[in-house]
């Protein structure tokens, strides 16, 4: 059975800095794709950023310059480095990898908070 745990999540003060943390443990199909979202209470679920398996990033505009997703490619890991931090990037950041041949899977999100 995959299991998805991010970690890293917790309190920090605006223009700090946290970087989460995602692995999959169990057996897992090839990799195609990794992703961090975020969610605030009453919203949508959004995608932070993204890396695919040739290690193209995307990222939603509100964090580009700020964030910075990377991965270990021989590992079911995927991270995500926030730097100056904003009140509004106050949310659930949850990871996603997606395998070839299993569809997707999600960890259970890690609470982020920005406040002074």
């Known amino acids: 059975q995959v299991q998805v745990v991010e970690s890293g999540g917790g309190l920090v003060q605006p223009g700090g800095s946290l970087r989460l943390s995602c692995a999959a443990s169990?057996?897992?199909?090839?990799?195609?794709?990794r992703a961090w979202y975020r969610q605030i209470p009453g919203k949508l679920r959004e995608l932070v950023a993204s890396?695919?398996?040739?290690?193209?990033?995307n990222y939603a505009d509100s964090v580009k310059g700020r964030f910075a997703i990377s991965r270990d490619i021989n590992k079911n890991t995927v991270n995500l480095q926030m730097n100056n931090r904003k009140p509004e990037d106050t949310a659930v950041y949850y990871c996603?990898?997606?395998?070839?041949?299993?569809?997707?899977?999600w960890g259970q999100g890690t609470q982020v908070a920005v406040s002074s």
């Open positions: 996603t990898l997606r395998s070839r041949t299993d569809g997707d899977y």
């Open positions: 890396i695919d398996s040739g290690g193209s990033t």
């Open positions: 169990g057996v897992i199909g090839s990799i195609s794709f």
